[in-house]
C-alpha cells in the first residue's frame, strides 16, 4: 500500500468511526458508561493475553528463572510488569480498548488490551490502531510514537549486568535494587518517555543497554527523591 492510499484509507476510517460527542455523560451509544478496567481481574486477563506474543516468547528465554513470569512484552514494544505500579513507574502497564471506547468500541475481552500506561495515555488516547496516523508536527507513525518504554534489549542490559555480578548474594541485591528502580512510581518518568526534540525517539529508547540505561534510572530516581520536578 502506498502512503497515498494509506492516508486515504485513515481518511475514510475516520469518517466512518468518528469521536462521539458527549461520552463521559451519554455514553457511547453501545455502552451507558465506560466500565472500568483498571480491576485486578481484567488486568491479569490482558497480563495473560501478553504471554503468547512473540516478543514476550522470546524476552522469556533472555531472562534468568527468578525474572522470567515478571516481565513480558505489549504489543508495542514495551517491556511491562504486572508488579509494576499501574502508573508513573517504568513498567507500569494499564488496560483500554484496542477500538477505542470513544468511537463505539465495546468493553470486552477480545477488545482489550495491555499498554503501557504512558503510550496508553499520552500517545494512544481514541487513535485507531490500525490507522497508524502521522503526527501532523513531528512526521512520526502512531506505531512509532508508542514505543516510550523499556525495550527488551535494555533490560537484557540489565540483567546481563545482573549475572556479572560475582556471587548470588550480589546477585540478589542488583536484582531488588533492579526491581525497585522499574516497578515503583517515579514522578520524573515522562521526562524519559517524551521525544527531545521534533521527529526525536523518547530519550528511554536512545540509551544504550546496561551501563547507560541503569545510570539513567538512578539519576531519574534521585532527581524524583530531591523534588526537582516540583511535585512535593
Not at 458527549?22 to 453501545?30: I, S, V
Request: include cysteine; charged fraction near 25%; charge should be neutral.
Amino acid at each position: 500500500m502506498s502512503a497515498g492510499e494509506a492516508a486515504e484509507l485513515r481518511a475514510r476510517w475516520e469518517a466512518e468511526y468518528p469521536v462521539i460527542p458527549g461520552t463521559k455523560d451519554l455514553g457511547n451509544g453501545r455502552e451507558r458508561t465506560r466500565p472500568d478496567t483498571s480491576s485486578d481481574r481484567v488486568r491479569r486477563v490482558a497480563w495473560d493475553e501478553l504471554k503468547d506474543l512473540e516478543a514476550t516468547i522470546a524476552l522469556r528465554q533472555l531472562l534468568p528463572k527468578s525474572m522470567k513470569d515478571d516481565f513480558r512484552v505489549d504489543p508495542f514494544g514495551n517491556v511491562v510488569s504486572i508488579r509494576a505500579e499501574k502508573r508513573w513507574s517504568v513498567c507500569g502497564f494499564q488496560v483500554d480498548h484496542i477500538f477505542p471506547w470513544a468511537r463505539g468500541g465495546l468493553t470486552e475481552p477480545n477488545n482489550l488490551m495491555a499498554l503501557h500506561w504512558h503510550a496508553n495515555q499520552h500517545v494512544k488516547n481514541d487513535a485507531i490502531l490500525n490507522a497508524n496516523e502521522v503526527h501532523p508536527e513531528n512526521g512520526m507513525p502512531l506505531e512509532d510514537r508508542m514505543l516510550v518504554g523499556l525495550s527488551v534489549e535494555q533490560l537484557r542490559g540489565l540483567t546481563e549486568m545482573r549475572d556479572r555480578m560475582p556471587s548470588r548474594s550480589n546477585q540478589r541485591r542488583f536484582e531488588a535494587q533492579l526491581q525497585h528502580l522499574l516497578w515503583t512510581p517515579c514522578v520524573g518518568l515522562p521526562n524519559l518517555s517524551w521525544p527531545q526534540r521534533q521527529g526525536a525517539k523518547p530519550f528511554m529508547r536512545t540509551l544504550e543497554p546496561g551501563m547507560p540505561c541503569l545510570n539513567a534510572l538512578h539519576e531519574l530516581e534521585m532527581a524524583a527523591r530531591a523534588d526537582l520536578f516540583g511535585t512535593q
